[in-house]
């Protein structure tokens, strides 16, 4: 019997990537869900703000990849809170009361973005650059409690760049870039990860040079061997990285992180 798996987020670039991806290879059921239906894609109504009917929606349900996310800092109480962390209640309570055996959690690369480059980090650290960085370390800790307390196996992924065609777009984006067939990858090696592994967190890349992070001990903790690197890519592109967008700032969350210390509100 193939394992039951649900997708929040469905309809997103990494969420759709990962859906389809699980689905054509034929070894999952999966439900792809997001706050709006898509007949179309397969991709049925999910709203996880509403506990009911995320504890309905996860019945029977083996693994849930949590990929639904509010991407807007400019409304952290109306949108973010509510979206993306009672949502993410909502997914961990759910999956408790529904017997699911794991939640994969799309955390992020700027759960640590307040890092500088070239700093070594590891999943274990934690030092946002914003509101989305926090609310994705709140998460992944969020994950930790229901693995210790109610023993639902909790996966964090924080994901670096995905643009979505395959290739990266910056030089920042260089060395935490991920592809579609990478990504799928991961999302399978973690569903398929062993049931005595309890917790874990890790950063989704491929196998990038210069990557921010060792990601190496990822193929015999979980399987995982990703198939593209970057610099490779662009190679067939006739690209280098200079010439690609200049992004990399102080910081390894990007040009947009900046410590704004003494400014007035």
Known sequence: MSRKIL????????GSCV????????RYEVTATDIHADPARGVTKLDVTDGT?????????????HFGWAKDEEDFLGKVLPVNVTGAYHIYEGARKAGVSRVIFASSNHATGF?????EITPEDHRPDSFY??????IELLGRLYADKYGVSSFNI?????PGDDRPHSDRAAHIWI??????QLAECCIEADASAAFLSLYGTSANEDNYYDIGY?????????QDNAADVLARYGLREEELKQEEGEYQGGPGVRRTVGEGS
């Open 158 to 162: 924080r994901i670096g760049n995905f």
């Open 115 to 119: 890092y500088k480059v070239g700093e």
């Open 218 to 226: 990822l193929k015999e903790q979980i399987g995982y061997a990703p």
């Open 53 to 65: 009917a995320v504890e309905e929606a996860l019945r029977g349900i083996d693994t849930v990849l």
């Open 133 to 138: 960085g926090l609310s994705k370390s709140y």
């Open 7 to 14: 997708v929040t987020g469905a309809a997103g670039r990494i």
């Open 19 to 26: 859906a389809e991806g699980l689905k054509a290879s034929g």
């Open 179 to 184: 592809s579609r067939r990478d990504m799928v």
